[in-house]
């Protein structure tokens, strides 16, 4: 009974949820996931210690960046609950807007080349421009 309700308390935060269900489609590193969240590194980070804890996340380190992704041999109860939130996330708009804020990350990426803080200033100023149109 424990770890169940410890994964839904994990569950109850929409962080979460969101950096969740974009490590679900691929890994990613911290810089991604506050481009496309458009939320400060120590929030990321203080959410992505606690998923990492509970036993979602797997983590590899390529130099200074630490990169995630969903663990290959999560528990089955924490398999569930990821195929529940992907079945009922499937149309929500939020979802939707984060995989589309990932893909502008990613080829914003591709083209400058880095994944720093200075790239993620650029990509926001970007985003924010082109909502403005």
């Known amino acids: 009974m424990k770890n169940i309700t410890s994964i839904f308390k994990l569950l109850s935060d929409e962080t979460r949820v969101r950096i969740l269900?974009?490590?679900?489609?691929?890994?990613?590193?911290?810089?991604?996931?506050?481009?496309?969240?458009?939320i400060s590194q120590p929030l990321v980070s203080r959410n992505v210690s606690l998923l990492n804890r509970a036993g979602f996340l797997d983590e590899k380190r390529e130099g200074k960046l630490m990169f995630y992704s969903i663990k290959k041999d999560i528990s089955p109860a924490i398999e569930r609950a990821?195929?529940?939130l992907l079945i009922e996330l499937r149309g929500d708009a939020t979802f939707k807007n984060d995989l589309e804020s990932l893909t502008d990350c990613a080829e914003f990426q591709k083209k400058t080349g880095k994944c720093d803080m200075a790239t993620f200033l650029k990509f926001m100023e970007r985003k924010r421009k082109k909502i403005r149109r």
């Open 21 to 38: 269900m974009l490590l679900t489609r691929k890994e990613l590193c911290v810089c991604q996931l506050m481009g496309v969240l458009g």
């Open 82 to 84: 990821l195929d529940m």
